[in-house]
Structures are given as structure tokens and as C-alpha cells.
């Protein structure tokens, strides 16, 4: 784990009554002010209501779809977010099995997506995804049947496996299917992890063949049975978790060019294969450095998470392979070759990138935390109150752990919870080497001088009604 995240010119000052770090004495440590500007504090923790979440990067898109996704939500008047999943989510139900990228000769992702659009009633979720469940209505009629009803469900596997590609399960609403889920018997419960992975790690051909996206709906508060009771299959979701965009008349806005979409859905639907004979795309060299700076990354995360967050971001470099083979297959669509798609490079795999970093992930962990919070973040929460009352400038670990926390914690659980703590702008770090006069080092963290003036924020960003700004929370 970093222990010093950023380093910054502070003048140490006497003080003539140093904090003994072993005692856990109440002593504010004199340092002066370091001088940099805090960002916006995150919140959540300190008021029961969620942080305010990134929009979706529409920059990121191939340039084609992009006026299609923003025309698309604006005759809506809904999230381009929820317009965005279903363009992923149409792309996933023609390809599934049929299309994989090949990262090696051991390392192939299918593209097979689990997506859940999260918003309360009346959010905009069917509106935002209705005309790309029109297209791939039209598309069926010229193919397989690839969108399985609610009523399928049960017998997914059946149906998935008729289809040589695999399918899409679409569904307006999830709540129902996780409580079948928990009652379902391990054997089901494996065909359904099987079929997020189109079946690689199993032996027989019915389960090869049964490849299967989800393009699912639920409330927030709906998310608690899968996460609880689930978590290997919440794990392998994207979520989308937007807040209410901002008014928009429907008098001379733009309506889509849906035939145009369509025509570019038919050609990846036609340029897919099976799997047994699927299109591959390759990722290139260039595309495997970036890879690795990605998964460096995650792999340096994954030492500051736990429970749902750590399954998740596990789930990272797979996901981000999948989302780059999407990328790569909607910008082809669009260039009227008649060649198949080239090669994923450099670009392409940092895109896919940015969206898990930058939109994706904050999304997941916002559920993750106001839904099924882990004991770092009930602690951090703890933690975040206590130093609001004190109005303290300066915390030692110690002190945390002492008195902020009672010492429920050791000095690894501190840790935990001041890197939480420092992940939504309350605290941040001073230099290794700092002591006090006379005294060892001691870990030390500055507070955010905004902290004593978060009493009773107003609850912006769901309640409101009103939009986030266009950067995601602090990481």
C-alpha cells in the first residue's frame, strides 16, 4: 500500500507540546499549512445520501454512435447512461461466443457483457433503451432469436444453448430473478457463471454453448439480496447509476438516426461468427503494454479494497479486454469496410480503460458503499464524524485508532480506514520523515479544513434533482 501519496513543502514548527503517537495523546501536531488547494469533499460519508457520480464519458465512444446516443437520450428525456448500456448490451447479445478477443494463446474474452441500469421509478430506463430493443427486435426477425423475456429465464440455459452465439436476457426489472437466484442449486449457479465466460472452463457442449449477456434493470434498494446473497455474480456487473440530467425541451431537439444505427448493428451481427468459429480480434503489441499499465494498476488497488469491491475489481482486466473489443466493433461498423475488423491497439485499450477507471468503477463502489457498505467504510464513517466534532488540523494514525475509533481496530485497520478517508478528500498525508520535536515518526494527516463546515449539507444529488459535476469523486 502507498504510504505517502503525494509529497508536498511543509515547514515543520515547534510545538511546544508534541503528540506522543504511543500514548495517543489528544496534542494537534504544528505544522504549517501546507498551501494546496483541497478538492470538493466526498460527502457520503458524512451524510446518508450517495456522492455525486460521473456522467457518461460519451467522448469515449467511436464518433459514429456518439450524436446517435445524445440524439437518442435527448428524445427521451433520459440518462445517456441508460442508452449508452444498451448500445453495449445490443452489441454483447449479437456477438456473445461469436466474437472473442485474444489477449494470448491461453487468454481469450468473449463479448459477453452483465450490465444492471440502477434508478428509481420513472428514471428513464426503458424510455433511454427502447429504441435499441426496436433494432434488435428487427434484427431477430432476419436471425436466430438472440433476446430472451422474463419468461425464459429459467430455462436460459436451454435457450442460449440453441443459439450457436449464446443470447441476450433482457429484463426491465432484476428484483425478482435474485431471489430465484439464492434458491437455485449449485448446478444452476455454476451454468450461470459458465455463461458469463461462454462456457471456456467447461467440458461438455451444452454448457460451451451457453453464452449469455444480461442487460437487467433494478432500484437501488433492490441491490442489497444480490450483493448479500450473490456477490460472485454481483461481481461481474457493470453498473450504471446516473443522476437525473439536466432539462431539455423536446421541441428542436434532434430525433436519431435509428436506420443508420440499425444498418450498423446488422453488419457486426453479420461479420460475427460462433464459438466454435469465432470473429477474434487480436490485441496487438502496443494494445498488450497498455494493457499492463492498466492491470498494474488494478493490481496496486486491489490491495486497498475488500469484500464486493475487491471481487469486482478483480473482475477488471477481463471486463475492460470485453469493453475494448465492443469499442473496437462499433467504430468497424461504421467505416463501410468490407474487411473485418483490424487490430486492438493502444488506443483502443485505453479508452476501454478510461471508462471502467473513470466511469464504471465509481458507479460499482457508490453502490457497493451505500448499499452494502464494508466494516472500513462503516468505520470510516465513524472516523469522518469524530474529526468534524473535534475541528482538529492534524490526526495521527494513533489518534484514530484510540479515539476516533475506541481501538476496535489495529494500526492496519487504521490504515484501511484513513485511505478511505483520504479517498473522499478529508484527509491527506503528510511526508515520511516528519516528527514531531524530539520524537520518533509518526504517520501523520492533514484535515481538511472544509470538514468543519460540512454540518448539514443539503442533499444535492439525488433528492435535488439536480446534476453532478462533470468529474466523478475524488480516488
Known amino acids: 500500500m502507498p504510504k505517502s501519496p503525494r509529497r508536498f513543502a511543509a515547514r515543520f514548527v515547534r510545538d511546544p507540546a508534541p503528540p506522543d503517537d504511543a500514548s495517543g495523546a489528544s496534542h494537534t501536531v504544528g505544522y504549517a499549512p501546507s498551501g494546496q488547494k483541497w478538492p470538493e469533499i466526498d460527502a457520503s460519508l458524512l451524510e446518508e445520501r450517495r456522492s455525486a457520480l460521473p456522467p457518461f464519458p460519451v467522448d469515449l465512444m467511436p464518433s459514429p454512435w456518439r450524436a446517435w446516443l445524445s440524439d437518442t437520450a435527448a428524445s427521451a428525456c433520459a440518462p445517456i447512461d441508460y442508452a449508452a448500456q444498451a448500445l453495449f448490451g445490443a452489441v454483447s447479445g449479437l456477438c456473445g461466443a461469436g466474437a472473442s478477443v485474444r489477449v494470448t494463446a491461453a487468454w481469450q474474452e468473449p463479448l459477453v457483457l452483465w450490465q444492471l441500469a440502477v434508478g428509481r421509478v420513472s428514471s428513464g430506463r426503458s424510455p433511454a433503451r427502447a429504441s435499441t430493443r426496436r433494432m434488435l427486435a428487427t434484427v431477430e426477425e432476419e436471425m436466430l432469436a438472440i433476446v430472451v423475456n422474463d419468461d425464459q429465464v429459467h430455462r436460459i440455459d436451454e435457450v442460449a444453448a440453441a443459439n450457436a452465439r449464446g443470447c441476450l436476457l433482457w429484463r426491465d426489472e432484476a428484483g425478482d430473478w435474485f431471489t430465484c437466484l439464492k434458491a437455485e442449486d449449485d448446478r444452476r449457479r455454476r451454468l450461470w457463471l459458465q455463461s458469463w465466460s461462454a462456457g471456456s472452463s467447461a467440458p461438455t457442449v451444452v454448457a460451451e454453448s451457453a453464452a449469455v449477456s444480461i442487460l437487467g434493470a433494478a432500484q437501488p434498494e433492490q441491490l442489497g439480496r444480490l450483493f448479500q446473497d450473490a456477490e460472485d455474480l454481483a461481481a461481474r456487473y457493470l453498473y450504471a447509476w446516473p443522476h437525473q440530467p439536466p432539462f431539455r425541451p423536446v421541441v428542436g431537439s434532434p430525433s436519431p438516426d435509428d436506420g443508420e444505427a440499425l444498418g450498423r448493428l446488422r453488419r457486426i451481427a453479420r461479420k460475427a461468427g460462433t464459438i466454435r468459429d469465432p470473429l477474434v480480434l487480436l490485441v496487438d503489441e ?70 471502467w477507471e473513470n466511469y464504471f468503477r465509481p458507479h460499482a463502489t457508490g453502490l457497493f458503499m451505500r448499499t452494502a457498505p464494508t466494516t472500513t467504510e462503516v468505520q470510516a464513517r465513524r472516523a469522518a464524524r469524530w474529526l468534524r466534532s473535534k475541528g482538529m488540523t492534524y490526526v495521527t494514525r494513533e489518534q484514530v485508532r484510540r479515539e476516533g475509533l475506541s481501538r476496535t481496530v489495529n494500526a492496519s485497520g487504521a490504515d484501511q480506514v484513513l485511505y478511505r478517508l483520504r479517498s473522499a478528500n478529508i484527509v491527506r498525508q503528510m511526508p515520511d520523515g516528519w516528527r514531531a520535536t524530539g520524537g520518533r515518526p509518526t504517520n501523520i494527516w492533514e484535515v481538511n479544513p472544509a470538514l468543519t463546515h460540512t454540518e448539514g449539507l443539503p442533499e444535492r444529488a439525488e433528492r435535488a434533482e439536480t446534476s453532478p459535476p462533470p468529474s466523478g469523486p475524488g480516488k
Open 286 to 355: 502496443r494494445g498488450l503494454g497498455a494493457l499492463d499499465t492498466f492491470m498494474a494498476k488494478v493490481h496496486a488497488a486491489l490491495r486497498e479494497a475488500e469484500g464486493l469491491e475487491e471481487a469486482w475489481l478483480g473482475k477488471g482486466r477481463g471486463t475492460v479486454v470485453r469493453l475494448a473489443g465492443i469499442l473496437e466493433l462499433l467504430d468497424w461498423s461504421a467505416t463501410g469496410s468490407s474487411g473485418p475488423p483490424g487490430h486492438i491497439g493502444r488506443e483502443r485499450i485505453e479508452e476501454a480503460a478510461a471508462l
